[in-house]
């Protein structure tokens, strides 16, 4: 089985540019979420889709953050602009559907993409 | 507010040593709490523990969860360098539609 695919893998920025990272998820899982790390810290929900409607996104700075996952496939998130403290793993992770829990059901992340904004 | 609190944040061993790492939750509505571990970016699972007392083990790897206390601890025992990664201890709710509650992590160093 595929895992979850994201690019780029790296990403180097000027504050106040743009930025856009791209995730396939496994095939047939229905749920796809959206992750922040920053360096030193555990990964912080930033958005969740059941299909291709939003679940959660709360956490997303709404201002500079936005998502989209079209057809319920695929999904980018794109930072404008991007301001230093963005600079971060961005991880992508799939699951079958939400409400069976992770883990046993396929919650899987991605490699992720690593942004540094200077 | 729902918190993960992992202990200690680092710690550094010998090959051969056990180590044992700690992660204490305050959540409404838990639901189950995993362990992953971390080696370059990708999170990649170890345990998944729901019921109170119950042991996971996966060859060297061990966990049990203490449900009354709310802490749970993920046992290394003759740890090898390719356990050096951090592990992180999440916490999953019946109300958090799938999201993840993360603690900060257990940067471990296994040295030669």
């Known amino acids: 089985e595929a895992g979850v695919a994201q690019s780029p893998r790296y990403k180097i920025i000027e504050k106040r540019q743009s930025v856009a990272f791209w995730c396939n998820p496994i095939?047939?899982?229905?749920?796809l979420y959206w992750y922040q790390q920053i360096l030193g810290q555990g990964p912080k929900l930033l958005i969740q889709f059941q299909n291709n409607g939003v679940v959660d996104d709360s956490q997303l700075p709404k201002d500079r953050f936005s998502a989209e996952r079209l057809k319920g496939v695929d999904s980018t998130l794109k930072i404008q602009p991007a301001k230093l403290e963005d600079s971060a793993v961005y991880l992508c992770?799939?699951?079958?559907?939400?409400?069976?829990?992770?883990?046993?059901?396929?919650?899987?992340f991605g490699s992720g993409t690593r942004l540094t904004v200077v | 507010e729902d918190k993960v609190v992992q202990s200690p944040l680092s710690l550094v061993v010998h090959e051969g040593d056990t180590v044992t790492l700690n992660c204490s939750y305050e959540v409404t509505n838990f639901r189950s709490l995993l362990w992953y571990k971390q080696e370059k970016k990708a999170p990649t699972f170890l345990f998944m523990l729901?019921?109170?007392?119950i042991e996971k083990k996966s060859g060297r790897l061990s966990s049990i969860l203490d449900k009354k206390e709310l802490f749970s601890i993920l046992n290394i025992t003759a740890t090898q360098t390719g356990d050096s990664a951090v592990y992180l201890c999440a916490v999953f709710t019946t109300d958090s539609w799938g999201k993840l509650q993360f603690g900060a992590g257990t940067q471990v160093v296994v040295t030669p």
């Open positions: 992770a799939s699951s079958v559907t939400w409400d069976r829990g992770p883990s046993d059901y396929g919650y899987t």
């Open positions: 095939s047939g899982h229905a749920t």
């Open positions: 729901t019921s109170s007392g």
